[in-house]
Every structure is written in structure tokens, then in C-alpha cells.
């Protein structure tokens, strides 16, 4: 093993003590670990650095106080994480219980949350201003989304990444939502060019202006 994987071995090692076992003290780690405290402590230390674990002064009624770690709630996304499971096994309970229309309407329902939820932000603002802000609506949910504007005035919305994407993939009226979601923020016509949940490297989005709307074109926004 190369020295750089002996390295995050060791921190994940750490990591996993801290999860399992936690807090613990330098001495505990070393124990459990079987390697000096000084090579703990320097692991421990790029931990904290990284604002994945943290420290703890505990004071005894004797001797010295004691420095206890733990880990900090950023450490949990190095976790393994099955959410979707549990979505996809509620949502085929439902279907198998009430039909796929009752999953539909709750796929609806999310929708329209969301709408009421989002609709503020995209007020008094042009098209490009509503692309931009529904991407950064997007990557604030983990959707690394990026968007673009062609010479034609259309613009374009790329998702590299898909939270629920495991969910969609059997049920599609997920992706079907997001797509009327899009259109009804934006005031646009949007169709959806590429797909995850089809086998597409990204979710892509083709936005054309609506001509009925005027606040579509920056340069004829009212002052």
C-alpha cells in the first residue's frame, strides 16, 4: 500500500472509531488503532483541520483534563447514506397498496410545494435572471447544476448530478414534475433534451423564450 492509502486508511479507520465508538481520547484511538499516539494525533489533527471531527476538554476530579473527539455533523457525508432506499420501498408500498395514481399524487403534491415555495424568487426578473437563480435553487440540492445562453436567446441547463435519481429511474413522473416545475418558475418552454434516469451523462434542459412574456428579454424590462 502506498503511503497516501496508508494515510486515508488510517483516517477513515479513525473515522469509523470515532462513529462507532466515540468520543475518544488520543490514547483510546491509539489503542484501538495499534500505532503510536503522535501518529494519531497528527491524523486527528487533519481531521479537524477539515472541520470533519472536533474536540472536547473534559475535566476530572483528578489529574489532568482530558481531550475527547468526535465528529462533526459535515463527517457524516463520508458515511454511506441509503435514504432512496426507504423512499423507493414507501413509494412501491403505496403503489402496491393504492396504485401508481396515488404515487403520482404525491410526486404532484411536491410540485406544488415547491412552486409556492420558489415562485418569490423568480418575481420582477427576466429570463437569464431565472435561469440563474433556478440553478443556483438546483445546486443548493446537490444537482451541480451549470446553465449557458446560445446566440439565439435560448438558453440551456445542464444537472451532473441527480439526489434522487435512483427514485426516478422507476418512477419517471418524477423527472415529468421537475420539467413542469422548470417551465412554470420560468415563464419558458423547457424541454428536456437528455436524461439520468434514461442512461444520460447529465439532465439536460433546453429553455425557450415565451414571446407573450416580456419580461423575457432583459432589455425590455420596465425601470
Not at 150 to 166: A, F, H, K, L
Amino acid at each position: 500500500m502506498k503511503k497516501g492509502q496508508e494515510s486515508g486508511s488510517t483516517r477513515r479507520n479513525i473515522m469509523t472509531l470515532l462513529k462507532m465508538k466515540g468520543p475518544l481520547t488520543i490514547g483510546a484511538l491509539a489503542e484501538e488503532l495499534g500505532i503510536t499516539e503522535m501518529g494519531v494525533r497528527r491524523h486527528v489533527l487533519q481531521l479537524e483541520q477539515e472541520s470533519l471531527a472536533k474536540t472536547k476538554v473534559v475535566r476530572q476530579a483528578m489529574g489532568r483534563p482530558l481531550h475527547v473527539y468526535s465528529l462533526t455533523e459535515r463527517a457524516e457525508e463520508h458515511f454511506p447514506k441509503t435514504y432512496h432506499n426507504l423512499a423507493l420501498e414507501l413509494l412501491r408500498e403505496l403503489d402496491h397498496t393504492s396504485g401508481l395514481e396515488a404515487v403520482n399524487v404525491l410526486f404532484e403534491g411536491r410540485r406544488r410545494r415547491m412552486l409556492a415555495q420558489y415562485t418569490p424568487m423568480m418575481e420582477n426578473r427576466n429570463l437569464e435572471e431565472r435561469v440563474a437563480e433556478l440553478s443556483s435553487i438546483q445546486n443548493s440540492g446537490g444537482y451541480m447544476a451549470e446553465w449557458s445562453k446560445g446566440e439565439d436567446g435560448s438558453y440551456v441547463m445542464r444537472e451532473y448530478n441527480c439526489p434522487i435519481r435512483q427514485v426516478a429511474t422507476q418512477y419517471r413522473k418524477a423527472c415529468q414534475c421537475e420539467q413542469s416545475l422548470f417551465e412554470e418558475l420560468l415563464g419558458a418552454k423547457v424541454t428536456r433534451t437528455e436524461c439520468m434516469a434514461e442512461g444520460g451523462q447529465c439532465c439536460r434542459y433546453a429553455i425557450t423564450p415565451n414571446p407573450t412574456n416580456r419580461q423575457d428579454n432583459p432589455s425590455e424590462k420596465t425601470s
